[in-house]
């Protein structure tokens, strides 16, 4: 069955610095995956999604992820964080029917 | 386009009471679904359909029921309600087919249910 894992519940950085979100993917074959954020008390935006095309993905704000096969990883990153990133992020990988499989979350803290 | 609506917003039940949350989109997508998400955690998917007259059940399906009578709506049925049941309640909606637009699930606001 897919599977994601998300390896950080929380992550800390300082506005202006490189965002590392990391994603390790289980599946049978070659999956889709996407992110999706999750501003407080709002529902869910997606930012990006990998569907066999291109590894390397650009999505909304900034936020890119690459698909590595070799690592089973999907991690997301941005280059300088902004206060408005801080939310939670969740790995999403998809399933028969278009079900989407979530990961526990990781939530984003961005310091001044 | 409204996109995905759920009412309500929000709801206090008591053990044992029923209710029903309502999901409807203007997007005329064949796929809906029906998740919660727990306190720090990700969303778990409960039924979902792939077309008026067509569910199935997902990962968490217990003490849920759903009706699919229409392209636009998609509520789920709580009956007999528990405090296991206190969550956050997402519906979506997704095109027919693959491809850039039939990827992507669009998410209602959420229904934030307490059962006391």
């Known amino acids: 069955a897919q599977s994601v894992t998300q390896l950080d519940s929380h992550v800390s950085v300082s506005e202006g610095t490189p965002v590392l979100l990391r994603c390790n993917y289980s599946s049978s074959y070659s999956p889709s995956l996407f992110w999706y954020v999750q501003h407080p008390n709002k529902g869910l935006q997606l930012l990006l999604k990998?569907?066999?095309?291109?590894?390397l993905v650009k999505g909304i704000n900034g936020f890119e992820a690459e698909f590595k096969k070799s690592e089973t990883s999907f991690h997301l990153t941005k280059p300088s964080a902004h206060m408005s990133d801080a939310a939670e992020y969740f790995c999403?990988?998809?399933?028969?029917?278009?079900?989407?499989?979530f990961g526990t979350g990781t939530r984003l803290l961005v310091s001044p | 386009n409204a996109g995905v609506t759920q009412t309500p917003k929000f709801r206090i039940l008591k053990i044992g009471q029923s209710m029903t949350l309502q999901c409807t989109q203007d997007m005329n997508h064949n796929y809906m679904y029906w998740y919660r998400q727990d306190p720090g955690m990700g969303l778990k998917l409960i039924y979902y359909?792939?077309?008026?007259?067509i569910t199935d059940k997902g990962e968490v399906p217990n003490g849920y029921n759903v009706s699919r009578s229409t392209t636009e709506d998609f509520p789920l049925r709580l009956e007999l309600a528990a405090p296991s049941q206190t969550s956050v309640y997402f519906c979506?909606?997704?095109?027919w087919g693959a491809g850039d637009q039939g990827d992507t699930q669009y998410f209602g606001p959420g229904t934030r249910l307490t059962v006391l």
């Open positions: 990998y569907t066999s095309a291109a590894t």
């Open positions: 999403v990988v998809v399933t028969g029917f278009q079900k989407l499989v």
């Open positions: 979506a909606s997704k095109t």
């Open positions: 359909s792939v077309g008026a007259g």
